[in-house]
């Protein structure tokens, strides 16, 4: 069943590929209309959303214990990133954020962002000394 339906994903985003191709062409044909592209750009994102989300959906129902771990995770980079927005903040000043036509929550995000790769990079160089250390001892 599982195989059934990624043949019709596949194809389906074969039959994408083709028509974004087929856009693409038409835009340097006659490239009076760019809208047309930022359109069919909304739509192929929705609809891949769309896709990922009924799989991993599928997934989780077909498979509850084994989704368990997915869902701590995801819950553990959510709570990381509201972590990381909570800890940053704006330390421009106004006369700076005008000047380089910014808002206090753009400064805040980016600041948030940066602190959430900060999070990730120690974690990573965690993980990896904890492996070592385990394989050492093993």
């Known amino acids: 069943m599982i195989d059934k ?14 028509i974004s191709a087929l856009f693409i062409v038409l835009f340097y044909l006659n490239s009076s209309n760019p809208d047309l592209i930022l359109y ?7 609809l891949s959303l769309a896709i990922i989300l009924a799989i991993v959906i599928t997934g989780i129902v077909k498979n509850p214990k084994g989704s368990l771990k997915v869902v701590i995770i995801v819950g553990i980079g959510l709570l990381l990133g509201l972590i990381s927005y909570a800890m940053s903040k704006n330390t421009l000043a106004p006369d700076q954020l005008e000047k380089y036509s910014l808002t206090p929550n753009n400064v805040k995000m980016v600041g948030a962002g940066l602190l959430m ?21 093993k």
């Open 5 to 18: 339906q990624l043949k019709y994903v596949q194809w389906l985003l074969y039959a994408l590929m083709g």
């Open 40 to 46: 069919w750009m909304y739509t192929i994102a929705i």
């Open 117 to 137: 790769t900060y999070f990730i990079i120690i974690g990573a160089i965690g993980v990896f000394i904890y492996t070592s250390v385990i394989k050492y001892f």
